[in-house]
Nanobody
Framework: QVQLVESGGGLVQAGDALRLSCAVSGRTFSLAAMGWFRQAPGKEREFVADIRWGDLSTYYADSVMGRFTISMDNAKNTVYLQMNSLKPEHTAVYYC????????????WGQGTQLTVSS
């Protein structure tokens, strides 16, 4: 069992930067990747970025490429999402998720953290 706790969301203005954090605890030895997803009001949850636990390779949704950066501090078992030049359309609940190495999908989820970007 893996526990994921997000933090760092809030209300910001367009153009601001913000960093989300995801504290990972529990059965971390089985993890292959960590990811960030988001769900905007009235929309389905969508992939934002992920990072491989071993080689720290990263993957991004086209919509956030060059604006968001995912990173991981293995010593702290914490995953970050640095978000720059935020826009109102980035408003969403952001979720941290983990994927075990024997699975193809992310199976454990945090409770989410709300990001609201005002214009």
């Amino acid at each position: 069992q893996v526990q994921l706790v997000e933090s760092g969301g809030g209300l910001v203005q367009a153009g601001d930067a913000l960093r989300l954090s995801c504290a990972v605890s529990g059965r971390t030895f089985s993890l292959a990747a960590m990811g960030w997803f988001r769900q905007a009001p009235g929309k389905e949850r969508e992939f934002v970025a992920d990072i491989r636990w071993g080689d720290l390779s990263t993957y991004y949704a086209d919509s956030v490429m060059g604006r968001f950066t995912i990173s991981m501090d293995n010593a702290k078992n914490t995953v970050y999402l640095q978000m720059n030049s935020l826009k109102p359309e980035h408003t969403a609940v952001y979720y941290c998720a983990s994927r075990d190495y024997w699975l193809t999908d992310f199976g454990s989820w945090g409770q989410g953290t709300q990001l609201t970007v005002s214009s």
